[in-house]
């Protein structure tokens, strides 16, 4: 048994909450279809929190009892001198874990420094194994480059790593055996993940191009054995794991589903975000949020003035999300801006 749970922040419903997803920037070098539009307005850079600034929330929510920070974005390799911040963290005393969520662009050049720096656990996103469809569903992405950079990242030795897909019906629903295939042959595993209406996009139709998890597993149960689900690193995540039977590989490669609108895991819910200009959001799903720059760059502000607005905030947390995908959405951030 491991020492009792020591975090202080408990929400109203008593979930525990000892994870956080800190964004260190909204930019991001592609534009996928699902996340944002085309032509997307960016945080004012004087909005925009400094890496000082995000190791000072950093350090506050470790200090309240939060034991896993992931760095995300926008796509959180291309902020200026970030790997400053990452060494930082990664020598926190008291964080258990570091995570990094990334679409593989910068990986090539930076997974072994990431993992010198202390990084445990990589997402990196890969939606299609087609150059001309990744290419499309990206907008900008390099298909060679992103897979020379999850290669880099196998061999870099990350304890964890997962592959991160959006599935969308008629766009890249017939690669789904794929990527599972990709993933196996590398020893990483592979979560699948329902599209959120989070910000408002035009180019497709997120009703209709909605696949759900259920229909994804049916389709990769033809071709695998999938194991039953769990959840056995106890992450309290959103993701539901199957292990692919006799997979070759010695940890075997698990399949997650990742299902905001088919299996609500909000009861579950362990985390909150940080934007990068400093909104403390308390759920994925609802715009509750506490202004926590205001806090930091407030006359006279202390280090206890920001334990204070975190751990008040807590009250804040909404009990669940709603999406639903026939109505505009309600939730108008995109998720570049969230922090996926
Ligand atoms: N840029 C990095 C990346 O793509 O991995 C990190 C940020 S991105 C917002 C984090 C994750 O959110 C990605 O795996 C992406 O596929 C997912 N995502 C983005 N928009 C989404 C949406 N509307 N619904 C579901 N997942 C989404
Ligand atoms: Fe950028 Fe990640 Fe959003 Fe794609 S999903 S546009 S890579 S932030």
Request: charged residues 25%; glycine residues 8%.
């Amino acid at each position: 048994m491991g020492p009792p749970h020591t975090t202080r922040l408990i929400d109203g419903f008593g979930r525990q909450v000892d994870y956080i997803r800190l964004s260190v920037t909204d930019r991001c070098d592609f534009r996928c279809v699902y996340c944002m539009a085309e032509d997307m307005t960016f945080a004012p850079k004087p909005n925009v929190l400094s890496l000082e600034e995000l190791h000072a929330i950093g350090a506050a929510f470790v200090q309240l009892g939060v034991r896993k920070i992931r760095l995300t974005g926008g796509e959180p390799l291309i902020r200026n001198n970030v790997m400053s911040l990452v060494r930082r963290l990664g020598q926190m005393e008291g964080l258990d874990e570091l995570a990094l969520t990334t679409n593989g662009s910068q990986l090539q050049r930076l997974a072994p420094e990431l993992r010198n720096a202390g990084v445990n656990s990589l997402n990196i996103s890969l939606d299609s194994l087609n150059p001309r469809k990744f290419r499309s569903l990206t907008r900008h992405g390099n298909l060679d480059q992103v897979i020379a950079g999850i290669d880099a990242a196998v061999a870099a030795g990350f304890p964890r790593i997962r592959l991160n897909a959006v599935i969308l019906k008629g766009r890249n629903d017939d690669e789904v055996l794929d990527l599972v295939e990709f993933a196996r042959q590398r020893g990483i595993d592979i979560a699948f993940i329902e599209e959120m209406p989070l910000g408002i996009i035009d180019e497709h139709d997120r009703a209709l191009s909605f696949c759900s998890s259920a229909e994804l597993k049916q389709l990769i149960m033809r071709q695998y054995s999938l194991g039953d689900q769990s959840d056995p690193e106890g992450t309290a995540g959103p993701a539901r794991y199957c292990h692919i039977k006799g997979s070759g590989d010695q940890r075997g490669t698990r399949v997650g589903f990742i299902s905001p609108h088919s299996h609500n895991f909000c009861h579950l819910c362990n985390r909150v975000r940080v934007t990068v200009e400093g909104r403390l959001l308390l759920c994925l799903g609802n715009e509750h949020s506490v202004d926590l720059r205001a806090v930091l760059r407030a006359p006279h502000s202390t280090h206890q003035h920001l334990l204070d607005a975190i751990t008040s905030a807590m009250s804040n947390k909404p009990e669940k999300h709603y999406f639903d995908l026939s109505d505009e959405p309600q939730i108008v951030r995109f998720m570049n801006t969230t922090g996926g």
